[in-house]
């Protein structure tokens, strides 16, 4: 017997999910036939709110309730500094270590050349022109350390060196081949306190 | 930064998921907020039409799109053989073997004392009630072959063996500490055929 129709629509669904595999997929799908209506109903629920109340923000395009996001609202922050990372999990992950007090920057992803993602697929341009419009003096370059990560970290610092701002990337502390967002609160610390030029 | 609420919310619902820890669930939460409104409407749709749909086949408990499941209601199978198993999914990976032509019983999970899953939580009674009244010669016990599944089998062949019928477990080739849904289905009909007296 293969699975059921209605148990195959979902588990197409399911397998575009970061990180679902076709077996997690299939368990996921069952769990939502069998948990109970008011259950499944508060899970609809928050995806269709989130998305109604979720938007990016205009200054930093994290994705935040309000515009502008919370961070890029706070006068207390040092507006000189931007901190450059891949996604919103990245930015909270970053601001979560307490090292940091400037602002953000999320690219919305990173260059990948096999998945042909071009500069033109992130937010590059939208990053040089907020680098030329306020006065920041340093870039931390905050893309993961796998290749992915390295390759629009390298390609940054191409681009930002020429607008004469200082740029910096992450160093001390993070394991080679990871992920920023799994990184520990520590391990971020000590890449801010350890960051080096480029 | 703390994640935002409504964030916050989604992670809640999708840590329950089986398998699926904060991390992985905040990744989710993300990306449920990020894709189009066409791919989650169809996400949610496919939700909420397998709820509608689906149903418990009333002789096995297979989680099925009719009732009778199409298992039981197809009269070329072995009537008198009965395959034990925890979830619909264990049902799906052993017919997939096509080792087997018997019929199925679904408990709907594994005995766990430190769950305080016992013998009322899963359908033991359900189960005693059907071999007694159809003329099954043979039930084999294809739980997991974890401690819960072990113990759920030695559960029930001690239940089982008064009754005059046959106890088998799936043997040859299942791996110690594993999951019957993630099993091959070379090991699996190697397990049925392999399968011996407990």
């Known amino acids: 017997m293969n699975r059921p129709q209605h148990i195959e629509r979902m588990v197409e669904a399911i ?8 077996k997690m997929a299939e368990r996921i799908s069952y769990h ?4 109970s209506q008011n259950e ?11 998305r109604a109340a979720m938007r990016y923000c205009s200054k930093c395009f994290n994705l ?3 515009d502008p996001c919370p961070i890029c609202s706070d006068d207390l922050r040092d507006k000189t500094i931007l901190c450059i990372v891949e996604t919103p999990q990245d930015l909270i992950a970053v601001s979560k270590a307490k090292e940091y007090n400037g602002l953000y920057f ?31 003096s340093e870039a931390i370059l905050a893309t993961d350390t796998d290749s992915k990560g390295e390759t629009t970290a390298l390609y940054l610092a191409e ?3 020429p607008l004469k701002i200082k740029v910096t990337r992450l160093g001390y502390g993070l394991p080679a081949g990871g992920d920023i967002e799994y990184a520990d609160e ?7 306190s350890g960051r080096k030029e480029m």
């Open 15 to 22: 397998k575009r999910f970061p990180g679902i595999g076709p």
């Open 32 to 35: 939502l036939v069998k948990i």
């Open 40 to 50: 499944v109903d508060r899970f609809i629920n928050s995806i269709i709110s989130a």
């Open 64 to 66: 935040s309730e309000s």
């Open 106 to 136: 999320v690219l919305g992803g990173a260059l990948s050349p096999l998945d042909a993602v071009g500069p033109g697929d992130i937010r590059t341009d939208l990053l040089i022109k907020r680098l030329r419009e306020d006065s920041i």
């Open 159 to 161: 681009i930002i060196k």
């Open 186 to 192: 520590i391990t971020i610390s000590r890449a801010i």
